[in-house]
Structure formats: C-alpha cells, structure tokens
C-alpha cells in the first residue's frame, strides 16, 4: 500500500539531514531528485496505545494483521478477541474503574487509536479525565492495568495494577524535543 505520508516523511527526513550537512560547495545536484519513491509500502505496528495490541493480540499473522488494519475497520474484527483474552487475564471481570463492561472496554480498546480532546486536559487518564490524548509524564500501563485488574473502584488485585516504574530514568527537558538524550 503506497502512502503520501511515507514519502513525505522521507523527504522531510531527507532534507533535514541535507540542510544540516550542507557544505559551501555549488553543487547543482538535487539529493532529493535522485529518491526512489516507488515500491509498496507497509504499516509495521500500530502503538497508540502502547502495549494494547501486546497484551490483547497473539503473536505472528494476527499480530502482523492487527498492525497493518486499517482503525475504523478494527473494532468489529478485533474486539471479540479481545473481549476473550480480557477474560482470559482476568476471569472475574465485571466492570472497570470507569464502569466499563467487558464489551465497552474492549470495544473501545480494539481501535487502536490515540483520542484527542481539544477541550480537554491532554492525558491518558487523570482520575477525571480519559483518553483525551497522552502527555509523555502519563504512566499508560499503570492506567492499562488498572483498567484490566482493578476491578470497580480500581482497587481490586492490588498487584496486577501496577508494573512499579513510576518514573523515567532521566527527567524530561523543559524545552522541545523534551526527551532526555539517549545513554
């Protein structure tokens, strides 16, 4: 599947990486022209929700299936299984902490999408708000679990509902890109 974005992704790329190599020599050669473009190009994962399609899809085809489906198609082909595999991990499932059924969470989870609020705090959830986006501080797999685990007032299974990293190893920047460099 060919995909615009793709290949201006690599453009942009391609041009970063030339503006900041530049030298001072004339050169009438265009690095951007001498791209090749054509061939098929393939969705690898989807990771709006980080750990999502780890948890819920099986390893191998399924999981290379699931990462190259396409969102509004997701939820009617995946949220059977994921409703199975909720019930696998935790057999006494009845509602969550945001009183979601079974179903509604799986259904909601199967769309592996990242929702935005505009009006919203933007966080993957604060007590309060949920889902409007996800803010870097936001400990996804600590909500996930909870979700899964925690039971109606996210309380229940007090070791299941939390993965104990409460924090990143280095503090994020106070400036863009707010990433700590690598090692």
Same mark, same amino acid.
């Given at each position: 599947?060919? =995909? ?26 265009? +690095? ?26 099986? *390893? ?7 990462? *190259?489906?396409?969102? =509004?198609?997701?939820? *009617?082909? #995946?949220? +059977? ?5 909720? !019930?696998? $991990?935790? =057999? &006494? #499932?009845?509602?969550?902490? /945001? &009183?979601?059924? %079974?179903?509604? /969470?799986? &259904?909601? $989870? ?34 996930? /679990? /909870? !979700?899964?685990? &925690?039971? +109606? ?13 409460? %924090? ?9 890109? #707010? ?5």
């Amino acid at each position: 599947m060919k =995909s615009n974005k793709f290949k201006l992704i690599a453009v942009a790329v391609v041009c970063a990486v030339v503006s900041v190599n530049c030298d001072n020599n004339d050169s009438t050669t265009d +690095p951007v022209a001498s791209l090749d473009f054509s061939g098929t190009f393939v969705q690898q994962d989807q990771m709006a929700r980080p750990a999502i399609n780890t948890v819920f899809i099986a *390893a191998g085809a399924p999981k290379d299936e699931f990462n *190259a489906a396409i969102p =509004s198609m997701m939820g *009617a082909k #995946y949220q +059977p299984i994921f409703q199975s595999r909720l !019930l696998a $991990l935790n =057999s &006494g #499932y009845t509602v969550n902490a /945001l &009183g979601q059924t %079974a179903p509604q /969470l799986t &259904g909601l $989870l199967s769309t592996d999408v990242l929702n935005v609020s505009k009006t919203a705090k933007t966080t993957f959830f604060d007590g309060t708000n949920v889902l409007t986006g996800r803010a870097l501080a936001d400990d996804v797999i600590d909500v996930e /679990l /909870l !979700l899964i685990f &925690g039971g +109606p007032m996210g309380t229940s299974n007090a070791a299941l509902t939390s993965d104990h990293v409460n %924090a990143n190893d280095k503090a994020f920047g106070v400036s863009f890109p #707010y990433l700590a460099t690598a090692w």
